[in-house]
């Protein structure tokens, strides 16, 4: 597993090896417990989440659709490689396209690989 603290909002601690989240942190606090089977390989021993959790959004066939339409909203449709083409989006772009979906949920990170979410 690689060692997935600096993409998230969360602080660990290096010295009592908690992780620390509040709202969006603590939905990626959750995640990383979840992540590789719940196995950290030594990245943390606990964790504090404040307003959050894990949002069960299902399986990653389950956002398909919502992907798709990001894909056609941002103009990347015709693209080779779609999601390097939307991490090259520029963000007003994206953000007008992530407006137009149905709702909060529609575009969230989904189980794929080792990421389970229950």
């Given at each position: 597993?690689s060692?997935?603290?600096?993409?998230?909002s969360?602080?660990?601690?290096?010295?009592?090896?908690?992780?620390?989240?509040?709202?969006a942190?603590?939905?990626?606090?959750s995640l990383?417990?979840l992540?590789n089977?719940?196995?950290?390989?030594?990245?943390?021993r606990g964790?504090?989440?404040?307003?959050?959790?894990p949002?069960p959004v299902g399986d990653?066939?389950?956002g398909?659709?919502?992907?798709?339409?990001?894909?056609?909203?941002?103009?990347?449709?015709?693209s080779?490689?779609t999601?390097?083409?939307?991490?090259?989006?520029?963000y007003?772009?994206f953000?007008?396209?992530?407006d137009?979906t149905?709702?909060?949920f529609?575009?969230?990170v989904r189980a794929?690989?080792?990421v389970?979410i229950v």
């Open positions: 597993m060692k997935t603290s600096s993409h998230t969360s602080i660990s601690s290096i010295n009592s090896g908690r992780s620390w989240g509040e709202s942190g603590a939905i990626s606090v990383q417990m992540i089977n719940g196995n950290q390989e030594g990245l943390f964790a504090i989440m404040q307003s959050g959790g949002i990653i066939e389950n398909q659709r919502y992907y798709d339409f990001m894909v056609e909203k941002t103009g990347c449709t015709n080779a490689d999601l390097e083409c939307l991490r090259r989006v520029p007003n772009t953000k007008k396209a992530m137009q149905p709702n909060f529609a575009y969230q794929c690989g080792r389970v």
